[in-house]
């Protein structure tokens, strides 16, 4: 009996003994990087923006501060434009000290004014990423030009009944020296017959062939510089002479000039 108890005690001392030692507990901490340098706040590139747009590398130098460099594995350096897309993806693994540097070379195949974002990833050994640093790089144009609405499409009279809905399809033909991926939008506002304007201003129009699926999207063509819109007078719409005045706007920020026309609605 006393042999039984004996080996029983055992047991139990060798399963806890196991069970404390297949803990581990981690300790360590995330490496933090903290971007020191970086080249430069913004690029001109006006000599790659044209009808034609054309391509570019850009490069630029950084260093970067770790917190801490002992367990260090590398800084993944990731490049993304203003729409989200991956430019360049590197691992950097130099470490002098606690200070990583190096030279980032991005391909951008289609340049526009915008903004570049560089993230600064650090990784250790164990493959777990740390605090990163960030830069925006700024795109701009120095010779940029506003764009220009050609002509508008729309009807000059329109008809409203007190029980029926009136349907009409505008459309703004624009063009911009930069190229039609410089248009940042197209839009228009309303003047309604007594001066006042439309609570709905101002009413986007569209160039991306129906793919918003948003109401009055109806463009048939994307990305071929006609702006349209589908809009609809309620019944009972008040007779009189809408002025709509249509604008554009580029990536710069710059406005083109006003265009509008009037459409008389009548009963």
Known sequence: MQRVALVLLTALLLASCQKSGSVVIDTSQPINARLTYFDRDSLDVSSHIGPNQG??????????????????????????????????????????????????????????????????????DRGASGNYGEKDLRLFNSKAEAPVID????????????????????????SDPAGLSNIASVYFNVTKPDGNPSSGNPFHMFDDGGASHEGGDVDPVANDGHYTLGIILPPGTPAGKYTFTFYATDRSGLVSYPLSHIIKVYQ
Do not use: C, W
């Open 151 to 174: 002509s508008v499409s729309a009807p000059d009279s329109l008809q409203v009944s007190q029980t029926d809905t009136a349907k009409v399809v505008l459309t703004a033909y624009v």
């Open 55 to 124: 391509s570019m590398t850009i490069s630029d130098t950084f260093q970067v501060t770790l917190s801490t460099a002992s367990s260090f594995s590398y800084l993944e350096v990731k490049v993304t434009d203003d729409s989200g897309n991956v430019l360049s993806d590197a691992p950097y693994t130099q470490v002098s000290g606690n200070i990583v540097s190096g030279r980032i070379n991005t391909f951008v195949q289609y340049v526009h004014v915008g903004a570049l974002t560089f993230t600064f990833t650090p990784f250790d």
